[in-house]
């Protein structure tokens, strides 16, 4: 029999702030992240993926081939970025990790083996949140600040252990154009929202374990996507905070439709450009200041 009663929602609060605005009276915020899901990615879901030589040479790609031309495409236009590595991902490429930091960018919490976190038990979740910052801390020298949930499964635990590891942000969820204020018994935490728009998965996603299956929309429909979102955004004041892949949006003809959005979105002086470190950080200081 189907069941008609009303669904339990998770205790969660969101909180906008009225006094919100952006650094210097900007009309919008831009935040580029990047998801390094690396070998992780296929591996995550399935481990038996790592025998499987294409799934995990394709994977790689996005850092040992992609990676050096994304970075050197926001170091020639000097683009901040936040990027959200694995732990096991960072443990394979240390040297990946250097480059990013000696760029000025951030590196952010992933999960450990790129778990989709839904539906774990909270001492399985506490234990991948653990060990993928313990991995990032050893590398960065620092706890991450900040995490993006791969496959975009969160609960309110995942808020819960979030706050209660001391972490500023996530960067999840949906519902907002601008950033705001999580809420649980645990205490607060700043949500950057994001948004299905603005992740290039279903324009360029590769699953070839165990489908073997991909999407490949022209670089051009991708540029279109995104520059009418950022326009909107502008209007709004919203936050533009991407969900780039290197495998994916990395690739060459890919990076050049990148670097003509990059110069189309500067060529704006009314736009923010920042880290999500940085973001979370200007809403902290607006809700203090609210206090």
């Not at 339990?8 to 390094?36: D, M, Q």
């Not at 929309?217 to 991708?222: I, M, Y």
């Amino acid at each position: 029999m189907i069941d008609l009663s009303p669904p339990s929602y998770a205790e969660l609060s969101s909180r906008t702030l009225p006094n919100f605005s952006w650094p210097e009276g900007k009309s919008c915020g831009v935040t580029i992240g990047w998801h390094v899901d690396g070998e992780a990615g296929p591996v995550g879901w399935d481990r038996r993926a790592a025998a499987h030589l294409t799934a995990v040479s394709e994977a790689a790609y996005g850092v040992t081939t992609a990676m050096p031309r994304v970075l050197d495409l926001h170091r020639a236009m000097e683009v901040p970025a936040t990027f959200f590595v694995p732990g096991h991902v960072a443990e394979r490429h240390p040297r990946m990790i250097d480059a990013i930091l000696a760029d000025g960018h951030e590196v952010a919490h992933h999960g450990y083996l790129h778990e989709n976190v839904f539906g774990l038990s909270p001492e399985e979740e506490r234990a991948v949140f653990e060990k993928g910052s313990a991995v990032l801390e050893g590398l960065v020298g620092r706890a991450p600040r900040g995490w993006s949930a791969p496959g975009w499964g969160v609960s309110a635990q995942s808020i819960d252990v979030m706050i209660d590891m001391g972490m500023l942000y996530d960067a999840s969820l949906m519902e907002f154009d601008i950033p705001h204020l999580l809420e649980t018994a645990s205490g607060r935490l700043v949500e950057l929202p994001i948004s299905l728009t603005l992740d290039d998965w279903a324009l360029f996603g590769a699953s070839l374990y165990p489908s073997g299956s991909g999407v490949t929309a022209p670089a051009d429909e991708a540029r279109r996507i995104w520059q009418e979102e950022f326009d909107g955004l502008r209007r709004y004041g919203g936050l533009f905070n991407t969900t780039f892949h290197p495998n994916l949006t990395g690739r060459p003809g890919r990076l050049l439709m990148l670097a003509e959005l990059f110069g189309y979105m500067r060529s704006f002086d009314d736009v923010w450009w920042g880290t999500c470190e940085q973001a979370a950080r200007h809403v902290s200081a607006l809700d203090g200041a609210a206090a």
